[in-house]
């Protein structure tokens, strides 16, 4: 490929949070279901983009939302069952495509990626978990702090952490280090850089100035009372139990609900400081910049708290992406109302940058609706949870389209929504209509006949059950978060700079076959971008 060529394709950054509901967000007014919270960073974005109002996950927990995103498959084909997941070798990769095709794929931060999958087509990652055990900072809070302290453990509160070693302030500074250094050194080559954010996430911690905004008067009620049609269905009463959730006060919950509040404006005022260092160097001139997250958080509606559940607060995300041309004012901005997938990134993506897919994905590009040329395919938008996370038989498969949302369990009552009406989800149609509604028959069909829970079993025990094993990373668990030092060297990121924990000497030492197969037979470098480490130890729960 000519290296004029390179020039003209567009730089791409995505911006990727963790737990981040639709809600929350300043743009989405409180008549569509949002929280009154002010996020002036995303809503300066969303006014020069396209939003796509009804986005979902196809997975409403981490590493398979991630798996899904990454490879442009729904669970079944990308092998997306749980945390512990391994990102099969042979399936492409949206990074991994825009590096065969000349662009320079970087990741920073968290990715969840189990085994010694870490790369799955990122040729660089100057910092993150990369050590497969996640990396969140788990911090004690002082007993002094009022609200859910330690409720199964998962702390809330004011951070007991320096700024400038919170790992989202991490990922901000590696981002704009990895970018100064590829302008400097190849500033015809197009990039493609994810930088993904633990907030908001729990821990729900965060510099006291955010948490005082809501805390103790301007945080709401949770949307959706712990009522309805579907509070007793087995699902929900598993999920409850898992959580814990009927353990937490009213008062508990409502100091947790600030905090998040407060994540989400933090995370908002970090990714902020990242736009005015890249807009001043010029870097976004030429870039898509999207966002979204890989599942919501519940923040106690319905009467639960985290996730992995059918719940719009857990499967609806925010999904913004901002072109070039939406900010100099050539491209119209809007909003997309039709439902979408995650799943849609991948084609959407290389499509907006010229690329070729290698072989046919689950998503849909939405390249056209971004450019004003194309309305959104209306199709079933699904989500999975394809393990009995809530008790035998809770495995469902989730379907939106239009107005209605339908739930097909392994072996529980189905449920029906429609979320025009009944935005809460509180009226399962099931149990209320003689008849339902055409378009909801149709998607009740589709989610029969597309969705074998037995097949998927024998997939996920069969097919993929030895991948865990096979990529089994050996890196020691305390180590959530690591930096790749310019030696080559791997270090522990929670260590200091002069006394450094070494993990590995390499990337090839560390992960082996996992490093070598994802990069198509290259060597670990050895060398990156210059990493100081910034950050205390992390503990996963």
């Given at each position: 490929?000519?290296?004029?060529?390179?020039k003209?394709?567009p730089?791409?950054?995505?911006?990727f949070?963790?737990?981040?509901?639709?809600?929350?967000?300043?743009?989405?007014?409180?008549?569509?279901g949002?929280?009154?919270?002010?996020?002036?960073?995303?809503?300066?974005l969303?006014?020069?983009?396209?939003?796509?109002?009804?986005?979902?996950?196809?997975?409403?927990?981490?590493?398979?939302s991630?798996?899904?995103?990454?490879?442009?498959?729904?669970?079944?084909?990308?092998?997306?069952?749980?945390?512990e997941?391994?990102?099969?070798?042979?399936?492409?990769?949206?990074?991994g495509?825009?590096?065969?095709?000349?662009?320079?794929?970087?990741?920073?931060?968290?990715?969840?990626l189990?085994?010694?999958?870490?790369?799955?087509?990122?040729?660089?990652?100057?910092?993150?978990?990369?050590?497969?055990?996640c990396g969140?900072?788990?911090?004690?809070?002082?007993?002094?702090?009022?609200?859910?302290?330690?409720?199964?453990?998962k702390?809330?509160?004011?951070?007991?952490?320096?700024?400038?070693?919170?790992?989202?302030e991490?990922?901000?500074?590696?981002?704009?280090?990895?970018?100064?250094?590829?302008?400097?050194?190849?500033?015809?080559?197009?990039?493609?850089?994810?930088?993904?954010?633990?907030?908001?996430?729990?821990?729900?911690?965060?510099?006291r100035?955010?948490?005082?905004?809501?805390?103790?008067?301007?945080?709401?009620?949770p949307?959706?009372?712990?009522?309805?049609d579907a509070y007793?269905?087995?699902?929900?009463?598993?999920m409850?139990?898992?959580?814990?959730?009927?353990?937490?006060?009213?008062?508990?919950?409502?100091?947790a609900?600030?905090?998040?509040?407060?994540?989400?404006?933090?995370l908002?005022?970090?990714?902020?400081?990242?736009?005015?260092?890249?807009?001043?160097?010029?870097?976004?001139?030429?870039?898509?910049?999207?966002?979204?997250?890989?599942?919501?958080?519940?923040?106690?509606?319905?009467g639960?708290?985290?996730?992995?559940?059918?719940?719009?607060?857990?499967?609806?995300?925010?999904?913004?992406?901002?072109?070039?041309?939406?900010?100099?004012?050539?491209?119209a901005?809007?909003?997309?109302?039709?439902?979408?997938?995650?799943?849609?990134?991948?084609?959407?993506?290389?499509?907006?940058?010229?690329v070729?897919?290698?072989e046919?994905?689950?998503?849909?590009?939405?390249?056209g609706?971004?450019?004003?040329?194309?309305?959104?395919?209306d199709?079933?938008?699904?989500?999975?949870?394809?393990?009995?996370?809530?008790?035998?038989g809770?495995?469902?498969?989730?379907?939106?389209?239009?107005?209605?949302?339908y739930?097909?369990?392994r072996?529980?009552?189905?449920?029906?929504?429609?979320?025009?009406?009944?935005?809460?989800?509180?009226?399962?149609?099931?149990?209320?209509?003689?008849?339902?509604?055409?378009?909801?028959?149709?998607?009740?069909?589709?989610?029969?006949?597309?969705?074998?829970?037995?097949?998927?079993?024998?997939?996920?025990?069969?097919?993929?059950?030895?991948?865990?094993?096979?990529?089994?990373?050996?890196?020691?668990?305390?180590?959530?978060?690591?930096?790749?030092?310019?030696?080559g060297?791997?270090?522990?990121?929670?260590d200091t700079?002069?006394?450094?924990?070494?993990?590995a000497?390499?990337?090839?030492?560390?992960?082996?076959?996992?490093?070598?197969?994802?990069?198509?037979?290259?060597?670990?470098?050895?060398?990156?971008l210059?990493?100081?480490?910034?950050?205390?130890?992390?503990?996963e729960?």
């Amino acid at each position: 490929m000519k290296r004029y060529e390179l020039k003209k394709r567009p730089n791409i950054l995505l911006l990727f949070s963790d737990e981040h509901s639709f809600r929350f967000m300043g743009h989405v007014p409180v008549s569509a279901g949002g929280e009154p919270i002010e996020t002036p960073t995303f809503d300066r974005l969303a006014s020069q983009a396209t939003v796509f109002s009804n986005a979902y996950c196809q997975m409403p927990l981490c590493t398979p939302s991630r798996i899904s995103m990454l490879t442009g498959r729904e669970v079944r084909r990308s092998g997306a069952w749980t945390n512990e997941s391994v990102l099969r070798p042979e399936l492409p990769t949206l990074p991994g495509v825009l590096r065969d095709a000349g662009y320079t794929t970087c990741l920073v931060g968290k990715m969840h990626l189990g085994g010694t999958q870490q790369f799955v087509g990122f040729e660089h990652r100057p910092y993150g978990d990369l050590t497969g055990k996640c990396g969140h900072q788990w911090e004690p809070i002082p007993e002094k702090e009022p609200g859910m302290r330690e409720r199964t453990s998962k702390a809330v509160g004011v951070t007991q952490i320096p700024e400038s070693l919170i790992q989202d302030e991490v990922v901000c500074h590696e981002t704009i280090a990895f970018l100064r250094e590829h302008q400097h050194a190849n500033p015809d080559k197009p990039w493609f850089l994810c930088a993904s954010f633990s907030r908001p996430h729990f821990p729900l911690t965060a510099p006291r100035r955010h948490l005082e905004k809501f805390w103790p008067d301007n945080v709401t009620e949770p949307k959706v009372p712990p009522a309805g049609d579907a509070y007793n269905h087995p699902m929900s009463v598993g999920m409850r139990k898992g959580f814990k959730a009927d353990e937490i006060s009213h008062d508990e919950m409502m100091y947790a609900r600030a905090c998040y509040f407060a994540c989400v404006s933090y995370l908002d005022e970090v990714i902020g400081d990242l736009f005015g260092s890249l807009e001043r160097d010029g870097l976004l001139d030429n870039t898509i910049i999207a966002y979204t997250t890989d599942h919501g958080e519940m923040a106690g509606e319905h009467g639960v708290w985290w996730k992995n559940g059918w719940y719009e607060a857990c499967t609806h995300v925010p999904l913004i992406v901002s072109m070039p041309e939406h900010r100099r004012g050539d491209l119209a901005s809007g909003t997309c109302e039709t439902p979408v997938g995650l799943v849609d990134l991948f084609p959407t993506l290389t499509s907006l940058a010229g690329v070729p897919l290698p072989e046919k994905v689950d998503g849909a590009s939405l390249s056209g609706v971004i450019t004003r040329d194309e309305l959104a395919p209306d199709r079933p938008i699904v989500c999975d949870a394809l393990t009995p996370r809530w008790g035998e038989g809770t495995e469902f498969r989730m379907v939106r389209q239009g107005r209605y949302k339908y739930v097909r369990f392994r072996n529980a009552p189905s449920l029906a929504f429609d979320l025009q009406s009944d935005p809460g989800e509180q009226h399962n149609l099931l149990q209320q209509e003689a008849e339902l509604p055409e378009p909801l028959q149709a998607l009740a069909t589709f989610a029969d006949e597309s969705m074998d829970f037995d097949e998927a079993e024998n997939e996920r025990t069969e097919r993929d059950g030895s991948l865990q094993k096979q990529y089994a990373h050996n890196a020691p668990a305390s180590t959530g978060n690591l930096y790749v030092m310019p030696s080559g060297e791997v270090v522990n990121a929670e260590d200091t700079l002069y006394a450094p924990t070494t993990i590995a000497t390499s990337l090839n030492d560390m992960l082996g076959d996992g490093w070598d197969q994802q990069n198509r037979g290259q060597q670990a470098p050895e060398a990156t971008l210059d990493s100081v480490p910034q950050c205390r130890r992390s503990h996963e729960p």
